[in-house]
């Protein structure tokens, strides 16, 4: 039986990202290393969601999905029982909001955020089920 899966993001400042996680949606860093020079990943976590972070080399750059092609921009998508609560907690705290809080044409219950560095998470449950 599968348990989870945890995305593997590149970013280009890994402490940026961990300091956005932390401060805006509440994740608390798990686990981090790197060698003598200093970090460059990180895996971090919030209930049971878990995200991992890597700076590879300066001309390597995040590349999310919706640069690619604007309907497939979901980088993650989120069950979260409660959205409506989460949503406001997350306006709360200033989290850049790509989509409002909404019942969907695809049957959920969601909202999305960009992350600072340009990934789409989507937060959401089903309508029915």
């Given amino acids: 039986m599968l348990g989870s899966v945890t995305p593997f993001f590149i970013v280009d400042d890994l402490a940026k990202t961990l300091e956005f ?14 060698d003598e020079s200093g970090d460059f990943w990180a895996m971090v976590g919030r209930d049971r969601v878990m995200l991992m972070f890597k700076s590879i080399t300066p001309d390597i750059h995040p590349q999310p999905n919706h640069s690619r092609h604007e309907w497939a921009r979901w ?16 306006r709360a705290k200033d989290v850049p ?10 049957g959920l219950r969601a909202f999305e955020i960009r992350d600072n560095n340009g990934y789409v998470l989507c937060f959401g449950r089903p309508l029915k089920g």
């Fill in 75 to 90: 980088d993650a998508y989120i069950f979260t029982t409660d959205p409506d609560s989460l949503y406001s907690e997350f």
């Fill in 97 to 106: 909001i790509h989509r409002e809080l909404a019942n969907t044409n695809d």
């Fill in 21 to 34: 996680y932390q401060s805006r949606l509440l994740f608390n860093v798990l686990s981090k290393g790197g």
